[in-house]
């Protein structure tokens, strides 16, 4: 069984610009919940998806959104970038909702660089 | 608001050794903790997967286990291997549904 794949996995953008990271979830999972890892903040959560609904959302600007599709794979979009978005964006996928006990699994990350 | 806290902050042993590592959170109410592993660059690896009904949870040489009364857990290790070395993530999954981290623990195994 295949497990998350986040593509791209590195990318170098400069400040200003705008960026849009994806996350395939693993098969049958309907919940993708996204999280940023800096070294100072450590990992923060960003936003839960689940039936292409946004059920949950962290306390980030709105700069960052995201979105679900059908098949529930997941993309999320950084506006504007500032070198402080600089980060590893993790990607995580489980069966259920919000208010399920269900194990996450993570991808690998998208490195996302801005200069 | 939910904390949680990873002590200590790195930890070094030889190889051979048993260990503990620890995690404390500051809100009981939370659905289960999750224990990970990162490697340099990498994303994150589930070891273990505590409900908030159980106490502990076994895989191989990792022994987790849960308090949620004192709001505690550990993440024990036997017979510790060079390969074992990485950061050490605890998480806590509560009302909201997202995941809240601690900052980890990184351990270094020497052969």
């Known amino acids: 069984k295949a497990g998350v794949t986040q593509t791209p996995r590195y990318l170098i953008k400069t400040r200003g610009q705008q960026v849009t990271l994806s996350c395939s979830p693993i098969s049958g999972h309907r919940s993708v919940s996204w999280y940023q890892q800096t070294p100072g903040q450590g990992l923060q959560f960003l936003f839960e998806?689940?039936?292409?609904?946004?059920?949950n959302k962290g306390n980030f600007p709105g700069r960052f959104s995201g979105r679900q599709f059908s098949n529930s794979r997941s993309e999320m979009n950084v506006s504007t970038l500032e070198l402080g978005d600089s980060a590893l964006y993790l990607c995580?996928?489980?069966?259920?909702?919000?208010?399920?006990?269900?194990?996450?699994?993570f991808g690998p990350g998208t490195r996302l660089t801005v200069t | 608001k939910q904390e949680v806290t990873q002590i200590p902050a790195a930890l070094s042993v030889p190889e051979g050794e048993n260990l503990v590592l620890n995690c404390s959170f500051t809100?009981?109410?939370?659905?289960?903790l999750q224990w990970f592993r990162q490697d340099p660059g990498k994303g994150l690896t589930s070891l273990l997967l505590?409900?908030?009904?159980?106490r502990e949870q076994t895989s191989g040489r990792l022994n987790a286990s849960l308090d949620k009364s004192s709001g505690r857990s550990t993440l024990y290790i036997a017979a510790s291997q060079p390969g074992d070395s990485a950061t050490y993530l605890c998480?806590?999954?509560?009302?909201?549904?997202?995941?809240?981290f601690g900052k980890g623990t990184k351990l270094s195994v020497k052969p």
């Open positions: 998806y689940f039936s292409e609904t946004q059920r």
């Open positions: 998480a806590v999954r509560g009302s909201q549904g997202n995941l809240i």
């Open positions: 505590i409900q908030s009904s159980q």
């Open positions: 809100d009981s109410a939370i659905y289960n």
């Open positions: 995580a996928s489980s069966f259920g909702g919000r208010t399920s006990s269900y194990e996450q699994y």
